[in-house]
């Protein structure tokens, strides 16, 4: 009986939590005399690294400014180009000499790379983004955001391709690899902005070092996919034409790749503008700083404007690297005509409309900077909206609240919060061991009991507590929405639509909202973590449901199932192992949204990151950034292994 042995672990770890504190007190409340100094270790580390670690000619903090130079010289040409113009001088004393590109020229632009990529339809839609930025005032702030992504992706690209192909190459670098990707990938971006102040200074290029740690790993992980899945047969080719090693790569490789490579191109896009916000908290400055503003005074309206402009920005650049995708995979090689104009006439039309724009806008100001008479703006309009909600709601909005949190948060909370440390610890092992054997009971044995060595299990579970209780409403709200639409398309694109905007707007933003109708609290946090979080729950369900095999449903219905029985004995179990993925995704957002509520005071991991950041303590927010990576790791991994058994018990490979 499969069952069995969890029953009898079960049955275990209740005896134990119920009768085993007399005996074992230590089980439950990890000693404070047994705990690892990692918090300490790690600050004696970054002060040795900044004071005296050497090379000889130079010390490593001299290589971090030197790195810092290097970035910074092309983000000062971008922000010239877009945003300040070129000047003389710095500070209040710096004079123009030259201005930036005018914003019908950037419009204009914007709007010929979307032509010449996917049509009439993207160049409106990629143009008409730009222009919203323009009209609703956004347009400097805006500019400062896109001269930062303009540097950040071209290095991460480049970064993370060059990871990717060394891993390709060299099967022990990747196992090296794997490791780092993953905690780049779950450590809280928060976490890491101390030792990176410690390094780079304060400054647009501490941000953007920052968001090339949050955007490279899924780059440098589509390019081993992605080189892994060329054909044996383009390899063969590749050897019997003669191709050198270097050939190999640059000639044949990564052209047949470059499909999938550009997918890890428009997640670098996408993942440096979900980090404007965190970013500007380190000197990035833009629409991330004017979110963050508009956060501390609670000024709904400014900072849903200035969420909907970095939405505008990723729509256009997110549909705008889609096309060039997809124009990169369709593109034949044609017979190029005479002339640089005929060549090249995009380029040449940009230049022209650049040249035009620049010396008309010296006669016509409002050719240069879009006339503020002009502006638009809803802030005051949305702060009305929200005042008037809470007039007229509060009552409603607050039994609500106490409701949820008085019959399902709280008792939660506390019984997280009792459970003994070492019984989780086992628990967490034996999963493992039914799951994935002894290599992946071991893993998260040991990753959770390091959580209660470094003295964060409380912290940690309260973490789970508030992760597991939205989880679980984003999946019971997630997967009926999933199921109702899977089937309807029409349906379906508006809802993926909404989902996409969801993806696409900051997490700081989800809070704003949230806050003023409910206050600042865990329930507050529940809330913004599951607007956040939803978005996978939905769109993997989706997936895995319209990948069922139609014959199967027809064979189904052909034996007298009823609809219900449809959904529930073949659809829903066919897609599980595709839902157990967006299980795994929506831990994910949660875990990552963590961090951002801490600003509504919840006395989690993510809280103690966001405190050990305003105290500049390097090693109490690697730490418990740490923590919450472990979670991470162990939720991904065991959710990973169920998916693996349930494809293998269904027959799915």
């Given at each position: 009986?499969?069952?069995?042995?969890?029953?009898?672990?079960?049955?275990?770890?209740?005896?134990?939590?119920?009768?085993?504190?007399?005996?074992?007190?230590?089980?439950?409340?990890?000693?404070?005399?047994?705990?690892?100094?990692?918090?300490?270790?790690?600050?004696?580390?970054?002060?040795?690294?900044?004071?005296?670690?050497?090379?000889?000619?130079?010390?490593?903090?001299?290589?971090?400014?030197?790195?810092?130079?290097?970035?910074?010289?092309?983000?000062?040409?971008?922000?010239?180009?877009?945003?300040?113009?070129?000047?003389?001088?710095?500070?209040?004393?710096?004079?123009?000499?030259?201005?930036?590109?005018?914003?019908?020229?950037?419009?204009?632009?914007?709007?010929?790379?979307?032509?010449?990529?996917?049509?009439?339809?993207?160049?409106?839609?990629?143009?008409?983004?730009?222009?919203?930025?323009?009209?609703?005032?956004?347009?400097?702030?805006?500019?400062?955001?896109?001269?930062?992504?303009?540097?950040?992706?071209?290095?991460?690209?480049?970064?993370?391709?060059?990871?990717?192909?060394?891993?390709?190459?060299?099967?022990?670098?990747?196992?090296?690899?794997?490791?780092?990707?993953?905690?780049?990938?779950?450590?809280?971006?928060?976490?890491?902005?101390?030792?990176?102040?410690?390094?780079?200074?304060?400054?647009?290029?501490?941000?953007?070092?920052?968001?090339?740690?949050?955007?490279?790993?899924?780059?440098?992980?589509?390019?081993?996919?992605?080189?892994?899945?060329?054909?044996?047969?383009?390899?063969?080719?590749?050897?019997?034409?003669?191709?050198?090693?270097?050939?190999?790569?640059?000639?044949?490789?990564?052209?047949?790749?470059?499909?999938?490579?550009?997918?890890?191109?428009?997640?670098?896009?996408?993942?440096?503008?979900?980090?404007?916000?965190?970013?500007?908290?380190?000197?990035?400055?833009?629409?991330?700083?004017?979110?963050?503003?508009?956060?501390?005074?609670?000024?709904?309206?400014?900072?849903?404007?200035?969420?909907?402009?970095?939405?505008?920005?990723?729509?256009?650049?997110?549909?705008?690297?889609?096309?060039?995708?997809?124009?990169?995979?369709?593109?034949?090689?044609?017979?190029?005509?005479?002339?640089?104009?005929?060549?090249?006439?995009?380029?040449?039309?940009?230049?022209?409309?650049?040249?035009?724009?620049?010396?008309?806008?010296?006669?016509?100001?409002?050719?240069?900077?879009?006339?503020?008479?002009?502006?638009?703006?809803?802030?005051?309009?949305?702060?009305?909206?929200?005042?008037?909600?809470?007039?007229?709601?509060?009552?409603?909005?607050?039994?609500?609240?106490?409701?949820?949190?008085?019959?399902?948060?709280?008792?939660?909370?506390?019984?997280?919060?009792?459970?003994?440390?070492?019984?989780?610890?086992?628990?967490?092992?034996?999963?493992?061991?039914?799951?994935?054997?002894?290599?992946?009971?071991?893993?998260?044995?040991?990753?959770?009991?390091?959580?209660?060595?470094?003295?964060?299990?409380?912290?940690?579970?309260?973490?789970?507590?508030?992760?597991?209780?939205?989880?679980?409403?984003?999946?019971?709200?997630?997967?009926?929405?999933?199921?109702?639409?899977?089937?309807?398309?029409?349906?379906?694109?508006?809802?993926?639509?909404?989902?996409?905007?969801?993806?696409?707007?900051?997490?700081?933003?989800?809070?704003?909202?949230?806050?003023?109708?409910?206050?600042?609290?865990?329930?507050?946090?529940?809330?913004?973590?599951?607007?956040?979080?939803?978005?996978?729950?939905?769109?993997?369900?989706?997936?895995?449901?319209?990948?069922?095999?139609?014959?199967?449903?027809?064979?189904?219905?052909a034996m007298g199932c009823t609809p219900w029985q449809l959904l529930t004995k073949i659809r829903l179990r066919l897609a599980l192992p595709e839902i157990m993925l967006g299980l795994n995704q929506t831990i994910m957002f949660a875990l990552s949204m963590l961090v951002i509520t801490a600003l509504v005071g919840t006395r989690d991991l993510g809280q103690e990151v966001y405190i050990a950041l305003t105290k500049a303590d390097t090693g109490r927010g690697l730490v418990a950034g740490l923590a919450v990576a472990f979670i991470a790791i162990i939720a991904d991994r065991l959710i990973a292994a169920g998916a693996a058994r349930t494809r293998t018990r269904l027959g799915l490979g």
């Amino acid at each position: 009986m499969p069952s069995l042995p969890w029953l009898i672990a079960l049955a275990v770890f209740i005896a134990f939590w119920q009768w085993g504190e007399p005996l074992a007190k230590w089980a439950f409340d990890y000693p404070k005399a047994w705990q690892i100094p990692a918090q300490r270790w790690i600050g004696a580390a970054m002060k040795w690294l900044v004071n005296d670690a050497s090379f000889g000619l130079f010390n490593f903090t001299d290589l971090t400014r030197f790195v810092a130079t290097i970035i910074d010289l092309p983000y000062r040409l971008a922000l010239s180009l877009l945003a300040t113009g070129f000047l003389s001088g710095q500070g209040s004393s710096a004079i123009q000499i030259v201005p930036p590109l005018s914003w019908i020229a950037v419009v204009g632009i914007v709007a010929m790379m979307g032509f010449y990529a996917g049509g009439r339809r993207l160049a409106l839609l990629a143009g008409g983004c730009f222009l919203f930025l323009a009209m609703f005032g956004q347009w400097t702030s805006a500019m400062v955001t896109l001269a930062s992504i303009l540097v950040a992706v071209p290095i991460g690209v480049v970064g993370g391709l060059a990871l990717g192909l060394a891993a390709y190459r060299w099967p022990r670098f990747e196992v090296a690899l794997t490791p780092v990707l993953d905690l780049m990938q779950t450590i809280p971006v928060f976490a890491y902005l101390v030792p990176i102040l410690f390094l780079f200074g304060f400054g647009p290029t501490a941000a953007i070092v920052a968001t090339l740690i949050y955007a490279m790993p899924p780059m440098t992980r589509i390019t081993i996919l992605a080189l892994r899945s060329i054909p044996s047969e383009i390899h063969d080719l590749g050897r019997m034409i003669g191709c050198t090693r270097r050939q190999m790569t640059w000639r044949v490789l990564v052209p047949s790749a470059k499909d999938s490579l550009m997918v890890g191109v428009n997640q670098v896009i996408m993942l440096s503008l979900n980090m404007v916000i965190i970013a500007s908290m380190i000197g990035a400055g833009g629409l991330g700083f004017d979110v963050l503003a508009a956060l501390r005074r609670l000024d709904i309206g400014a900072g849903l404007e200035a969420g909907l402009a970095i939405v505008a920005l990723a729509v256009a650049l997110d549909r705008l690297s889609q096309a060039f995708a997809a124009k990169a995979g369709t593109a034949a090689h044609a017979e190029r005509p005479a002339g640089i104009v005929a060549r090249a006439p995009y380029t040449a039309g940009a230049l022209a409309l650049v040249a035009a724009t620049f010396i008309i806008g010296l006669a016509l100001p409002a050719v240069q900077t879009y006339p503020e008479a002009l502006q638009i703006s809803t802030g005051t309009f949305f702060s009305r909206v929200v005042g008037w909600i809470n007039v007229n709601f509060f009552d409603a909005f607050e039994a609500l609240k106490n409701a949820v949190l008085l019959n399902i948060l709280v008792p939660f909370k506390r019984l997280l919060a009792g459970l003994p440390w070492l019984g989780v610890v086992g628990m967490l092992a034996f999963a493992g061991w039914r799951l994935g054997g002894t290599r992946l009971a071991a893993l998260v044995g040991v990753l959770a009991f390091l959580i209660a060595a470094t003295g964060q299990w409380e912290k940690a579970m309260v973490t789970v507590y508030l992760c597991g209780i939205s989880v679980v409403i984003a999946s019971l709200i997630g997967v009926p929405i999933a199921i109702l639409v899977a089937e309807r398309e029409k349906l379906w694109r508006w809802v993926q639509a909404i989902i996409d905007t969801l993806q696409t707007l900051p997490s700081f933003v989800y809070l704003m909202p949230a806050v003023m109708l409910f206050r600042v609290g865990d329930f507050t946090a529940m809330i913004a973590i599951v607007a956040y979080a939803i978005a996978p729950a939905i769109r993997y369900t989706v997936l895995g449901l319209q990948k069922v095999d139609p014959r199967v449903i027809e064979a189904g219905r052909a034996m007298g199932c009823t609809p219900w029985q449809l959904l529930t004995k073949i659809r829903l179990r066919l897609a599980l192992p595709e839902i157990m993925l967006g299980l795994n995704q929506t831990i994910m957002f949660a875990l990552s949204m963590l961090v951002i509520t801490a600003l509504v005071g919840t006395r989690d991991l993510g809280q103690e990151v966001y405190i050990a950041l305003t105290k500049a303590d390097t090693g109490r927010g690697l730490v418990a950034g740490l923590a919450v990576a472990f979670i991470a790791i162990i939720a991904d991994r065991l959710i990973a292994a169920g998916a693996a058994r349930t494809r293998t018990r269904l027959g799915l490979g």
